[in-house]
């Protein structure tokens, strides 16, 4: 019912910065909180950001906070994550994902997720 692309990602030096954009279809975008997860190789899926539906509210994980930013413009269906002073270790493939209403918003975002992006790739060089 709603699909997720993401693009924005590729190489950076270490200190670089990158956005990832998620575009997203269906007419009740604005209804959906919206989050992103990465996952590094040997490493389990982890989360990162997560924007209320309105976009008044976010929550980020420790390891991101002060130098990613999640955003939306719900007229244009999309979701940002401008990420800034990237690390070696930031270096995952990065997946969007579109909320359950019914679920709720919890510490890390929305509690549980009904559609996902097919994930960038984001490689950060030392």
């Known amino acids: 019912q709603v699909q997720l692309v993401e693009s924005g990602g590729g190489l950076v030096q270490a200190g670089g910065s990158l956005r990832l954009s998620c575009a997203a279809s269906?007419?009740?975008?604005?209804?959906?909180?919206m989050g992103w997860f990465r996952q590094a190789p040997g490493k389990e899926r982890e989360f990162v950001a997560a924007i209320t539906g309105s976009g008044k509210s976010t929550v980020y994980a420790n390891s991101v906070k002060g130098r990613f930013t999640i955003s939306r413009d719900n007229a244009e269906n999309t979701v940002w994550l401008q990420m800034n002073s990237l690390k070696p270790e930031d270096t995952a493939v990065y997946y969007c994902?579109?909320?359950?209403?019914?679920?709720?918003?919890?510490?890390?975002?929305?509690?549980?997720?009904?559609?996902w992006g097919q994930g960038t790739q984001v490689t950060v060089s030392s």
């Open positions: 994902g579109a909320g359950a209403p019914w679920a709720g918003w919890g510490p890390r975002g929305p509690l549980v997720y009904d559609y």
């Open positions: 269906g007419r009740t975008f604005s209804t959906y909180p």
